[in-house]
């Protein structure tokens, strides 16, 4: 088998922009859209041709929106990238902008996963959010998806926006159920300063998320995802055993990746880049024949071998921890924040509550180095 590569594409492109959104997307860039495809097919192609592109085992089409290219620009950048046999091929989509002919030149051409941005199933939930499609969007998508041969779906979801309630929570989560997805993703709301969620929160309009409503919500949701045969396999992501998303677990892994397009974030062999952040200044540097990265920045071994282990220490497979933190793994044991597995240490769900200050008790205490290795 071919070792992991993950090629990751970046349509930064909306029909309207949501209250919480920080990525980098933007709604006034049409007339950008086509000078954009052909600046992507052009980086791939010279990355390609310089032998910097190894065949790709998954390719991810980000954003943004995706889906809101014609079909046949997508399926150009998806045909100029190398891939490997049987290499898994995700696109995000909104519900508002596919079809059924739209899906089914994504599946002739080799896609084999959709991602739709759900986030909620309540309608006034999904007006809180900014969001612009309705629930009977999203089922009509599932079942136009289903209709041209897709049967990997993601559904994403977002819990905590304001004015969610447990039960409306409860009743997405049934509406999501009930279309039958092999995953689902489901993240807490942030609050990101520069949105307009951000200054009504600062202002006072809005009301912050509440830390105990997310994490009720959080136990809600793995527990009726488990019950209904979708494993946890890393804090915000379940899926069928043996399903996950190979270009996610790509990124948890540390796995070599090429970002194409503007914003993009690229990884090999522990020197992280990323391109210039608009579409139009990454058109100029692929036009000038010109590498499109903003800055890189390259992890030292201990600094790698601590981002290794907070990365795994999110998934089930949980993280090696060898070196001198048995005492520390004891009292989180006592705790019931962690498990042991062998020589691994796996997040229990109250743990995964808590991951990031388990992972910085674990960090403090050495567990990313070697036994006998010492700490920095």
Not at 161 to 169: K, Q, S
Not at 178 to 207: D, F, I, K, N, Q
Not at 247 to 256: A, C, V
Request: glycine share 8%; charged share 25%; hydrophobic share 40%.
């Amino acid at each position: 088998m071919s070792a992991a590569f993950g090629v990751y594409v970046h349509v930064p492109f909306c029909a309207s922009r949501c209250d919480y959104c920080d990525f980098a997307t933007w709604t006034d860039r049409a007339h950008v859209i086509d000078d954009y495809v052909d600046a992507c097919v052009a980086d791939v192609t010279r990355r390609d041709a310089d032998g910097s592109l190894p065949s790709a085992t998954s390719v991810f089409f980000g954003g943004g929106t995706p889906s809101l290219l014609d079909a046949a620009q997508l399926v150009r950048i998806l045909d100029a990238v190398p891939r490997t046999d049987g290499a898994e091929v995700t696109v995000e989509c909104n519900p508002d902008s596919v079809d059924e002919a739209k899906l089914g030149a994504y599946r002739a051409a080799g896609v084999d996963r959709l991602s739709f941005g759900v986030q909620s199933m309540a309608p006034h939930v999904l007006a809180s959010l900014g969001r612009t499609h309705d629930p009977a969007n999203v089922r009509r998508a599932v079942t136009a998806a289903r209709a041209v041969g897709f049967e990997r779906l993601n559904l994403d979801l977002i819990y905590g926006a304001p004015g969610e309630t447990l039960d409306d929570w409860r009743a997405t989560l049934d509406a999501v159920l009930a279309l039958a997805p092999g995953h689902v993703s489901a993240y807490a709301l942030t609050v990101e300063p520069a949105t307009p969620l951000g200054r009504a929160v600062a202002t006072g309009t809005r009301a912050a998320p509440d830390d105990d409503d997310q994490a009720d919500k959080y136990e809600i949701v793995d527990e009726r995802l488990q019950a209904a045969g979708l494993d946890w396999y890393e804090v915000s992501n379940w899926s069928h055993p043996g399903d996950p998303c190979r270009h996610n677990l790509l990124y948890w892994r540390q796995d070599d990746y090429v970002g194409i397009g503007c914003a993009a974030h690229g990884h090999t062999d522990g020197r992280r880049w990323w391109n210039v952040r608009t579409p139009e200044r990454y058109v100029e540097r692929i036009a000038a024949g010109r590498s499109p990265e903003a800055g890189a920045e390259s992890l030292d071994p201990d600094r790698r071998a601590e981002e290794a282990f907070l990365l795994a220490l999110r998934t089930r497979e949980g993280a090696a921890c060898d070196g001198g933190a048995a005492a520390e793994v004891d009292e989180l044991r006592g705790l019931g924040l962690v498990e042991r597995r062998a020589d691994r240490v796996v997040l229990t769900r109250s743990g995964r509550l808590m991951a990031n200050e388990v992972t910085v008790r674990l960090l403090a205490a050495g567990a990313s180095h070697p036994a006998g290795a010492g700490t920095r």
